[in-house]
């Protein structure tokens, strides 16, 4: 028997009367890792939303079988330029957010460093988040994502604005804490090419979910039957 992590049925979600989401039903076991791609306006940002709590859903169900949620939303990096913290504060955040009295621990400041050597920005720990790389300044929000144990992370767009190079490294580190830390992980990218060597399961979204499966059978009934341009701008 399956262990399932999540379990969305039926759902539906309106915005100012318009439908954004409709008849969404789909599961995902411990362990996957799942990409979502569609046009722009299809729902897809709502989608994790809704998993993670932020959005109610009008109609439907979803079902979470685990608290230890980590969620990187678009907007993240709004703090990467000019926040006055250095990367060790910032990944503390995501101790300090379980609860804002906690006081950080000897014991806290090893998680810290564990999660900053994970993403391999250990020896950056004392820089301003805004002197590094925006490939650096994600792996960043990764720590501080992991830092807490999730066993969900749930990732909106997070190389947005990145070079080709640091999105290979940026989605070959997400493979690595899927694959030998066992985090489940949800991701919404246009990186279709880049995430399909690493996702288990792709999914696309527009409105309604068109397709969730194998990568390959993705690209075998989804993608080569269309240009990927027009994929993405319907």
């Known amino acids: 028997m399956s262990d399932k992590i999540l379990e969305v049925r039926g759902l539906y979600f309106t915005y100012d009367g318009e439908n954004v989401l409709e008849d969404i039903t789909f599961s995902l076991d411990r362990g996957e890792f799942l990409g979502i791609i569609g046009p722009n306006g299809s729902g897809k940002s709502t989608l994790l939303k809704l998993i993670t ?3 109610k859903p009008d109609r439907g169900e979803i079902k979470l079988y685990t608290d230890r949620i980590s969620y990187i939303p678009q907007k993240i990096t709004s703090l990467s330029y000019n926040f006055p913290a250095t990367v060790e504060e910032i990944v503390s955040l995501g101790i300090l957010s379980k609860g804002m009295l906690k006081r950080i621990s000897r014991k806290d400041y090893n998680l810290i460093e ?119 701008s319907r």
């Open 114 to 232: 564990q999660a900053l050597d994970k993403v391999g920005l250990l020896e950056l720990k004392n820089k301003r988040l805004g002197e590094l790389s925006g490939g650096q300044q994600q792996r960043v929000h990764i720590a501080r994502a992991i830092v807490s144990n999730p066993e969900l992370l749930v990732l909106d767009e997070p190389t947005t604005g990145i070079d080709i190079v640091n999105q290979t490294r940026f989605y070959e580190l997400l493979g690595h804490l899927n694959s030998e830390m066992g985090i489940t992980v949800i991701i919404v990218s246009h990186d279709i090419s880049t995430i399909a060597g690493e996702v288990t399961t792709m999914a696309y979204l527009d409105k309604k979910l068109h397709f969730i499966g194998k990568p390959k059978d993705f690209f075998r009934k989804i993608l080569w039957p269309v240009e990927l341009e027009d994929l993405l």
């Open 53 to 55: 709590g932020i959005l």
